[in-house]
């Protein structure tokens, strides 16, 4: 399809880039696209300018400060599943990047974009609500840092303001014992999924579970920490019996909706059996 008219604006610093946006409300920002062109193919948003922000410097870098990883808002997908930095000290986003649609996109698409975008079934959003990240925006009234789970309000719904840009993502450094675990479902490889989980936790000295952290894809309006289940887990020794009750709470803490993919109960039951998986996975436990 045809996509509506729009004026072009590509400032080369992000200065510029804001007060574009401040100056019309029917702006938006452009970054990798792979979202943002479709809804315009579809006629489902009639931007008035489209913003680029590929032409402005160091929004792409990647680097490691005070043990925390920090990804500029236009890195590339395929250039963080192939960074050395985030293969040392993030190998679960690494993982999670893997499932992200197809391999073109992720030559295009970007981490900001997809942040702001929030689509509930969205890898990324998962993997920063289990690990605790920061999302860092920048707008007309300076900078501000944004826990991310007061960042996603709703399916395609955010905390940021208007004219306001994600320009970074930090995440904690994953210490080299902690125990994680990625499962996700979709119909094809490539396509949204159906329902997923990230899950990482570590083990004390008697080998019982602490800190877990839970997170949900695809099966809610927004992507959501699972904290029913972490609960269940903490101070347990792993095995198949309490990872099933896990996954059991987990089926019935997700708040899933009807749609043209399946009725409620199978997005619950299938959110339950990815909790399940990861769990196995981070715990090496082979599932019967």
């Known amino acids: 399809m045809k996509l509506p008219d729009f004026t072009y604006a590509a400032p080369t610093d992000l200065r510029g880039a804001i007060s574009l ?3 019309d409300p029917a ?5 990798g696209g792979q979202s943002l062109i479709p809804v315009l193919a579809f006629r489902l948003g009639a931007p008035s300018m489209l913003v680029d922000l590929s032409n402005i410097a160091d929004l792409d870098k990647i680097e490691v400060n005070n043990a925390r990883l920090r990804i500029g808002a236009m890195a590339r997908w395929a250039a963080v599943a192939e960074s050395p930095l985030v293969h040392t000290h993030h190998p679960l986003l690494r993982a999670a990047i ?5 391999y073109q996109v992720r030559n295009r698409g970007t ?8 689509d509930p079934a969205a890898e990324l959003a998962a993997v920063a609500l289990a690990c605790d990240a920061t999302i860092i925006a920048q707008g007309p009234q300076g900078q501000r840092r944004i826990a991310v789970a007061d960042f996603f309000c709703g399916a395609l719904t955010t905390a940021l303001t208007p004219a306001e840009l994600v320009i970074a993502l930090e995440l904690p450094c994953m210490p080299t014992d902690l125990r994680w675990g990625f499962a996700e479902f979709a119909r094809r490889r490539g396509d949204f999924a159906l ?3 990230v899950v990482h936790f570590s083990l004390d000295a008697a080998g019982a579970i602490i800190n877990p952290h839970i997170a949900g894809i695809g099966a809610s309006d927004r992507p959501r920490r699972l904290t029913a289940p972490e609960t269940v887990l903490a101070g347990q ?13 987990a089926t019935a803490e997700t708040d899933a909706a009807d749609d043209l993919h399946g009725s409620a109960a199978y997005r619950r039951s299938l959110a339950g059996t990815m909790v399940l998986r990861a769990l196995a996975d981070a715990c090496a436990i082979t599932l019967p």
Do not use: E, Y
């Open 21 to 23: 946006l401040a100056a």
């Open 27 to 31: 702006a938006r920002a452009l970054a």
């Open 98 to 102: 893997s499932h992200v649609a197809h």
């Open 111 to 118: 981490i900001g974009g997809s942040l702001a975008h929030a």
């Open 195 to 197: 329902a997923g989980a």
């Open 237 to 249: 020794a792993p095995s198949l019996a309490i990872l099933r009750a896990a996954a059991d709470v």
